[in-house]
C-alpha cells in the first residue's frame, strides 16, 4: 500500500508540474530535436515494446517493472534535468522540444500505467484529455515520432552526471542551488559525448556557473564527477 501510494502520488504531482507549469496546447513529437530529448523517446520506445510484449505473454509484473522503472527515471532525473530549459520564457526551439518532450511522455506514461492505477491515471487524464484512459488506445513506438528511433544510452551518462554534481553537494553538506565554479566529467568517448550534448541542461540543473570539462578515458566503466563549489564570502 505504501509502494502504490507512493507511486500514485508521485504520478500526481509529477502530471501536475508537466500541465501546471509548461501546458500541452500545440505540442507534438514533431518538436522534438534536442538530443537529450530524442534520448529519452528512445528508451520510452524501448519501454512501450517492452510493456506491450508482457502483457501479450499475460506477464503483468514485467508490464508493471518496465513502466515504473522508466516513469522514476522520468521523474528524479530527466524532469529535474530539463525543467529550466522547459520554464524558459524566451521560448525557442530548444524549450518546444522539452516541453514536446515532456507531454509526450507522460500522454504515454498514463496509458501505460492505467491497467495499475486506474483511478489516479484517469484523474489527470481528465485535466487535459476528453473521454476515459481506459478506452484510449494502447501507447505505440510509432506515435512518439523519429525521436524514437534515437539510441537511449546517452540517457544513462547524463544521469550519472547529474548525479555526481548532485552528490558533490550532499557530501560538502550544502544546497542544491550552490553554485559549482567548475566540474569535471570522466568518461569514454560516447559518454562525453552525451554529456557534451546536454552541457547547457547540466549547467542550469546542476548551477555550473565555470568551467565544464570533459576528460576522456578509454577504458572507463563509469562517468565520475569531480566538482569544485563556489565558496560563501
Known amino acids: ?62 508490464a508493471l517493472e518496465v513502466t515504473e522503472r522508466f516513469f522514476w527515471e522520468f521523474c528524479d532525473d530527466y524532469l529535474e534535468l530539463v525543467k529550466e530549459r522547459a520554464y524558459d520564457e524566451e521560448g525557442g526551439l530548444a524549450t518546444d522540444s522539452a516541453r514536446a518532450t515532456l507531454v509526450t511522455a507522460l500522454h504515454t506514461v498514463l496509458r501505460l500505467l492505467a491497467p495499475f492505477l486506474p483511478y489516479v491515471t484517469e484523474e489527470v487524464w481528465s485535466w487535459w484529455q476528453d473521454g476515459s484512459v481506459h478506452t484510449a488506445a494502447w501507447p505505440q513506438a510509432t506515435e512518439l515520432g523519429s525521436a524514437a528511433a534515437t539510441d537511449p544510452a546517452a540517457l544513462d551518462a547524463i544521469a550519472a552526471a547529474l548525479a555526481g554534481i548532485r552528490g558533490a553537494k550532499s557530501q560538502a553538506k550544502v544546497s542544491m542551488k550552490t553554485e559549482i565554479s567548475r566540474a569535471e566529467f570522466t568518461g569514454n568517448q560516447a559518454e562525453l559525448r552525451a554529456i557534451g550534448d546536454a552541457e547547457a541542461d547540466l549547467r542550469r540543473a546542476g548551477k555550473v556557473t565555470g568551467d565544464f570539462v570533459l576528460t576522456e578515458q578509454e577504458d572507463a566503466t563509469e562517468v565520475t564527477v569531480t566538482a569544485e563549489l563556489v565558496q560563501a564570502d
Open 1 to 62: 500500500m505504501k509502494v502504490g501510494r507512493r507511486l500514485a502520488m508521485k504520478v500526481l504531482n509529477a502530471s501536475n508540474f508537466v500541465l501546471g507549469k509548461v501546458g500541452a496546447t500545440g505540442l507534438t513529437p514533431s518538436a522534438i530535436s534536442e538530443p537529450v530529448d530524442c534520448a529519452l523517446m528512445g528508451r520510452l520506445a524501448n519501454v512501450v515494446t517492452a510493456a506491450t510484449e508482457a502483457f501479450e505473454a499475460y506477464d503483468y509484473t514485467t
